[in-house]
């Protein structure tokens, strides 16, 4: 079958509709592993193409503004998955 490009849109689109796990640690300055680790407990959004994992871009990008905090009070702890670990760390030292 042949790819009708007008009906796809920009060739440079098709070309990075999807991400590689690699790109999304790089993207969001983290290790492929974290990466891994948060799709495995279905935080981040993917597309599963058989045994390939890809991340879809809008995707990523809507996940990164449900995730914006007004004063970064919303601290995910990815080792333990506690989304206040940190912070009720930073609280029980400000009290001592």
């Known amino acids: 079958m042949k790819v009708d490009w007008a009906d796809i849109g920009e060739r440079e689109s098709l070309e990075t509709l999807l991400l590689t796990a690699r790109e999304v640690a790089q993207a969001l300055r983290v290790s492929v592993r974290t990466v891994q680790i948060m799709t ?53 030292q400000t009290r001592a």
Request: net charge positive.
């Open 40 to 92: 495995g407990r279905g935080e981040l959004p993917c597309v599963h193409l058989g045994r390939l994992v890809r991340y879809d871009i809008a995707d990523i990008k809507r996940w990164i503004g449900d995730h914006k905090t007004a004063r970064g009070t919303q601290i995910l702890d990815h080792a333990t998955g506690d989304p206040g670990l940190l912070a009720s760390i930073r609280r029980s």
